[in-house]
């Protein structure tokens, strides 16, 4: 005998509901789909719209981001009539749904200027600066509508603001305005900017003292604005920029660069004793500057109660090479240079040698040079020389060979110096 299965009473309670609860449950899992949808597609959008603005079209038709960023793409592709009609309608169509978008009304500034308007296309030009000066594209036509104007000192306001609010900038400006620093004006112009330390500063420095054939103009803005923050990054590129002119043969302006320095000596610019004054410097390239090199080489001592070092110094054998030089400004009249030297052995055929350069932009021209050898016990090394005014900035080198021994040579430097002569 078979029984009835008793139906559940939810089911029987569901069976009971009349239509209009089933209309309204359908009308609600519909907007819930809807905006469920919705939601998605605009979130794929918001996702793609930079990288991959076909596809958030293709979501999302009228997305106001990713009609402005196609129509960049197809500005900077061609701006043939059709084009720019398509352009312009693209970017009208983004301001419709987002008025506040820097990049729509550029691209209209775009179109007004190739179409010869040049009067309103700087109006929308500054009215997308007015609602973004993160838009590069906005600063980059100010900046060269500035330029065409001869307005160098507006030219110099976009530079700051695009530099301050697009790193992404640096590759682009930063070699341009290298460039201009070769004009007076725009020299003075950039100073209030330098002044500030803004942080594209740290960026610039390195990029145009390592590219700029007359790193003197970057001193003399520099000398302008005053001092750099006194940190080690901006220390080290002072002691760069102090480098390249050395290198140039700009050395008035590196003896004042190098004096508007805070905390720096002016001795250090005439020393040559190894005492504070030349050794372990803030800005190293004004003091005794050791050589890179493995088969030649030497290192100071710590200074002694009277505060002055001592340099270990060797050479392989066979070997030959600069160990140290260091860059003089002496005034003219007459010196006596000595050195004076330790060592255990004797090394057969070695080489001790000064030799004192004058240096200019044109070149380097030797004025005197002492040669000794290296001997077991104390030895040293003696020159009486004269300088002119046609000497005024110089160059001590101490250079080394190893000799044929097996072992090379090695001594202590006690001491050097440059006293002046009667």
Known sequence: MSRKRKASPRFAALKAKPPLFWVKLFAIMSVTGYLAWLSFIHAVANITWQQNPDMA??????????????????????????????????AKQSLRGGALNPVAIRLLGYV????????????????????????????????????????????????????????SSFP????????????????????????????????????AIGSMENPANLADVLLMAGPLPDRDDYRSQSNYLLTQLAAKGQFPAFRQYYLSLPSVRAASLEAVSMTKYSVNLRYPVVGW??????????????????????????????????????????KPGNYRF???????????????????????????????????????????????????SDCPHQMLQLQLAGGSGQLGAEFILRSVDIIRAP
């Not at 004006?185 to 500030?196: C, N, W």
């Open 112 to 167: 007004a200027d190739v179409r010869g308007d040049r009067k309103k296309a700087r109006e929308l030009m500054l009215l997308s600066q007015k609602v973004s000066r993160r838009d590069f594209g906005t600063q980059l036509w100010l900046i060269e509508d500035a330029v065409a104007r001869n307005d160098k000192k507006q030219a110099l306001f976009h530079y700051d603001i695009a530099m301050r609010t697009t790193p």
């Open 289 to 330: 500057q050791l050589a890179e090199n493995p088969a030649i080489g030497g290192s100071f001592s710590q200074p002694d109660k009277n505060g002055r070092y001592s340099l270990s110094a060797f050479a392989g054998s066979g070997e030959r090479g600069e160990l140290m030089r260091k860059y003089l400004f002496l």
């Open 57 to 90: 079209l293709r979501f999302v038709p009228d997305h106001p981001l990713a009609l402005s960023r196609k129509a960049d793409e197809l500005f900077a592709a061609k701006q043939d009539k059709a084009t720019l009609a398509k352009v312009e309608a693209m």
């Open 172 to 207: 682009v400006l930063f070699p341009t305005l290298a460039g201009a620093l070769s004009d007076p004006e725009v020299r003075v112009g950039l100073v209030p900017y330098v002044k500030v330390a803004p942080e594209w500063l740290l960026s610039f420095l390195p990029h």
């Open 338 to 388: 000595s050195a004076r030297y330790e060592a255990q052995d004797i090394a057969a055929d070695s080489d001790i040698r000064w030799n004192l350069s004058c240096l200019s932009a044109k070149g380097n021209v030797s004025k005197w040079f002492t040669n000794t050898a290296v001997k077991s016990g104390r030895s040293s090394s003696i020159q009486n020389f004269s300088l002119g």
